[in-house]
């Protein structure tokens, strides 16, 4: 044991790395990606640290090659998810009354063969998984999964230091206690960094966990339970259980057992993931904690202040609009423009979006790869379809799909004459981006439909040199954006440095990247202790006092 009052490394963002020509780390990732794309692997389900193979299997492939199978998939299914729960109860007391400092070293180490040998592991999984480009999977996979793990110890740190004061003669202590069950992390195909965060930052805080990949993000999920188990993680801390939606999540939302949800994935699945915790709230031992990022319909509004801006507008829009193939829940799907200031921005758009080369992330001269997969890539391609078709839109830049090779889909802005069109509303999670030009005179009433016209409110951004236009803009957008950005796009969150979610149908704001999503996972115990307890039951104002008259 260690009797002191420790303190954690104090954390520090980890440097995004530049993969350019003759640096080691683009060495190291390319020699990965040769390795990775030269073999298949076995995919497990993990259930109390054994690998299961269950024989119902799928395919893990690369999304700009879908004919390029990586992985054998094996899929969990009802008792699977039963013996996780119990793999995961049996370890719980274990893990809960390890001392903070001991859990803390696990995640601390994870996070420091994160940022040497894992590195391009990560990094090289999550480009041939999910398509990302080599910077793309450095911002997310290397060093926005490290900056979670370094930032949420130093966060249940804090949280633990959370005491109450003491009146005279007592001792008031809070206790942290685990959530009295198991974590159900159910994580999306887009962000390795996510992934890891959902199943680890309940576990730094003494909870055990079921953890649900995406199968098509198996690839990194593999490598990230490699890592925790190489770092010391004991075996029924985390459980991965890969599969189809409904049947791993059925029986674990029907356990008696669930502690809480940490979600990140589509609307509509946590809509349908809450009503079923509401159906069968008569059955758990406690109220379930529920936790979710969802969708977004993110924005960019420019005022005619911007004028002068009009480069940084444009790289705002196609950067925060086509990287990663616009598969972020940050990517900005929507833009309103002055009609001052389109004449001039609509050539620098599409000078920019015909520049933007597309194709196997493994050639790094490619800004963008493939869509996820074929139900994505037939989503988009619906869209596009609706644009060519309507009288009220026009296709400014792109408009192209190709599926022969890989799920392409060509980076695409549409021209929209009404500010509620549906591909102003509805989310699209690909590389089309929706435009409308509003009258300049209207900025405040462009706002007010931003606010109104979609039912999301997770990121969006105001262009403006006018500082009142950027107050006015604050103003009506309040409620519309989780993380509000000014004069920048609304994607590229950091850790620590803008906590990250957003309202509405959005999900539950609980600002992953903070210590308001930690003390989501501590079920806090008041404890006092008196030194000197009371031997009388009589009060002092009970006292005969001679000199008052009888009543």
């Known amino acids: 044991m260690i009797n002191a009052h420790t303190r954690v490394p104090p954390p520090k963002n980890e440097p995004v790395l530049s993969y350019a020509p003759g640096t080691t780390e683009r060495r190291e990732v390319q020699a990965e990606l040769k ?38 998939l094996h899929e969990a299914d009802a008792s699977h998810a039963e013996q996780a729960i119990q793999a995961a109860l049996a370890v719980k007391d274990d893990w809960a009354r390890m001392p903070f400092q001991s859990r803390a070293a696990i995640f601390l180490r994870a996070a420091e063969l994160l940022a040497s040998r894992y590195r391009p592991i990560l990094n090289a999984a999550t480009m041939l998984g999910q398509g990302k480009t080599a910077h793309q999977a450095e911002i997310d996979a290397a060093c926005e999964a490290i900056d979670f793990i370094r930032f949420n110890v130093h966060f249940a740190e804090q949280i633990l230091g ?4 003491a009146a005279y003669q007592t001792w ?49 999920a593999w490598y990230i339970m490699e890592l925790l188990r190489e770092a010391g993680l004991p075996d029924g801390v985390i459980n991965m259980l890969p599969g189809d939606g409904p049947t791993v999540g059925n029986p674990v939302l029907a356990s008696p057992h669930l502690g809480g949800i940490h979600f990140t994935g589509s609307t509509p699945t946590f809509n349908a993931m809450w009503r079923t915790v509401g159906e069968n709230i008569s059955r758990y031992k406690q109220y379930p904690r529920i936790v979710g990022e969802t969708g977004g319909k993110d924005f960019i509004v420019a005022h005619p202040s911007a004028a002068d801006d009009l480069e940084a507008l444009a790289v705002a829009i196609v950067r925060g609009g086509f990287e990663y193939q616009g598969q972020k829940c940050s990517a900005a799907s929507r833009v309103f423009i002055p009609e001052s200031l389109w004449p001039k921005l609509k050539p620098r758009l599409q000078a920019l979006i015909s520049e933007i080369r597309m194709g196997d992330v493994s050639d790094f001269r490619n800004f963008m790869g493939a869509v996820i997969d074929e139900k994505s890539f037939k989503k988009v391609s619906s869209y596009i379809d609706l644009a060519k078709s309507d009288s009220g839109a026009s296709i400014v830049a792109g408009g192209d799909v190709d599926r022969k090779q890989g799920w392409f889909v060509k980076p695409t802005l549409v021209q929209l004459d009404s ?132 009543i």
Do not use: C
């Open 172 to 220: 008031n202590m809070t206790d942290y206690r685990p959530l009295d069950g198991f974590v159900f992390a159910v994580a999306p195909f887009n962000f390795t960094a996510i992934a890891l965060n959902l199943a680890t930052a309940p576990a730094i805080m003494g909870n055990v966990v079921l953890f649900k990949p995406s199968s098509t993000a198996a690839l990194s």
């Open 162 to 165: 959370w005491q109450p004061e």
């Open 419 to 550: 500010p509620t069109h549906r591909i102003l509303r509805e989310e699209i999670f690909a590389p089309l981006v929706g435009l409308h030009v509003y009258p300049d005179a209207k900025y405040e009433e462009t706002l007010r439909e931003v606010d109104q016209a979609a039912s999301y409110a997770l990121t969006g951004a105001v262009f403006a040199r006018d500082r009142k236009a950027i107050d006015t803009a604050l103003r009506e957008l309040r409620h519309a954006a989780g993380n509000f950005y000014i004069n920048d796009k609304p994607t590229g969150a950091v850790v620590g440095q803008q906590p990250f979610g957003g309202g509405r149908a959005s999900g539950t704001n609980d600002k992953a990247g903070s210590a308001l999503n930690l003390v989501r996972w501590t079920s806090p115990r008041t404890i006092k202790e008196t030194f000197v307890p009371p031997v009388k039951v009589p009060y002092p104002f009970m006292d005969n006092d001679p000199n008052e008259g009888a």
């Open 35 to 72: 390795r990775m794309a030269g073999e298949q692997i076995d995919i497990p389900v993990i259930i109390g640290g054994k690998h299961i193979r269950t024989g119902k299997t799928d395919t893990v492939r690369m999304p700009h090659n879908h004919q390029h199978v990586l992985a054998t």
